[in-house]
């Protein structure tokens, strides 16, 4: 049985799900002993959730991260630990999407993830491992029935306790459960007070499937994103009055929307802060004042739309832009 120190969600396959997940993504991508160091940091204050992807190149160090927090005595077991990565586009062809899962796994050295995730409703050209460089022209139709029966292949052999999808709309869902034989237990997508989702949510709500947030403090603007988080007027009131930190606020805000939130700091003593969200609540009036927070999508994805693929920014995501 996983003893978690933060609550958590029974996904539709049945499994547990902390409602908070600990970001890997890192740009610049630190050494990895430093990586390795940083995740057994996150297990020493209380993550059970780790959320990495082929892409991210930090599934080595999670791993190496996990089994000297095994041989610490910090978790007792395997099962302890929630686990979810995610199927890169490159991959995204039905013949591949076994062989990258199976990568995956030995590079974590475990026998299963907990959760995998298609990362973008995207198909690449096969090219470098992990690699995010791209032209347009690399940019093929995404083939959603084909890919989902490669997960659900996947799930079936025990590999993934789980599968879900990241970053699909109102559009591309009912398509794939069109397919589907196995829903998706989650999505996971951009989500925050600056991007809140609202009709996604509903959506995913009525079809049985966990909505799951990254970005949740907007990225802080670096490479890409937005301040909009960090810097609203309207957070920072509600910090001083709860005598709470803005990120707090923000987290918590997501909870509250039955939504579970992947966050990420390096840094222990925001590491410790950021869980530190499950004991109070937000009282009507603030979240009206939220709810009317303008909203901006911080990531647009630009480098994904090509007339082989998804033709404008609106056809990628569903119009949600």
């Keep these: 049985m996983r003893r978690s120190r933060t609550p958590e969600v029974v996904l539709n396959s049945g499994q547990k799900m902390p409602l908070i997940g600990f970001g890997t993504a890192a740009v610049p991508l630190p050494p990895s002993q430093t990586l390795v160091s940083v995740f057994i ?16 190149g930090t599934e080595e160090p999670l791993g190496q991260a996990l089994a000297q927090a095994l041989q610490l005595g910090l978790i007792k077991s395997r099962e302890e630990i929630f686990i979810t990565s995610k199927l890169w586009c490159t991959d995204a062809h039905h013949d591949l999407v076994l062989p990258a899962l199976n990568l995956t796994l030995k590079k974590l050295g475990l026998e299963y993830v907990d959760l995998y995730l298609i990362h973008f409703p995207v198909r690449l050209k096969k090219g470098t491992e992990g690699s995010t460089e791209h032209s347009k022209e690399d940019v093929m139709p995404f083939d959603i029935k084909g890919t989902w029966e490669a997960m659900e292949e996947c799930y079936r052999l025990g590999l993934a306790k789980s599968v879900g999808v990241c970053n699909f709309g109102c559009k591309k869902l009912p398509q794939l459960l069109h397919h589907a034989t196995i829903p998706p237990a989650v999505n996971q997508v951009e989500m925050n007070v600056s991007w809140q989702q609202e009709k996604l949510r509903h959506f995913c709500k009525e079809k049985g499937i966990q909505v799951s947030a990254w970005s949740p403090l907007g990225a802080n ?11 609203s007027p309207v957070l920072k009131e509600i910090a001083i009055t709860k005598e709470k930190s ?3 606020v923000a987290l918590r805000w997501i909870l509250e929307q039955g939504v579970c939130v992947i966050v990420k700091s390096f840094n222990k003593e925001r590491m410790k802060e950021n869980l530190q969200i499950f004991d109070w609540e937000l009282c009507d009036d603030e979240l009206e004042k939220i709810k009317k927070i303008p909203q901006c999508k911080g990531f647009k994805g630009e480098q994904f739309v090509h007339e082989n693929g998804h033709k404008s920014l609106e056809e990628l995501w569903d119009g949600e832009v």
């Design 41 to 56: 940091d996150a297990i020493k204050v209380g993550y059970r959730h780790f959320d990495t992807a082929s892409m991210y």
């Design 221 to 231: 603007g670096a490479i890409w994103g937005t301040l909009a988080v960090m810097e």
């Design 246 to 248: 803005v990120p707090q």
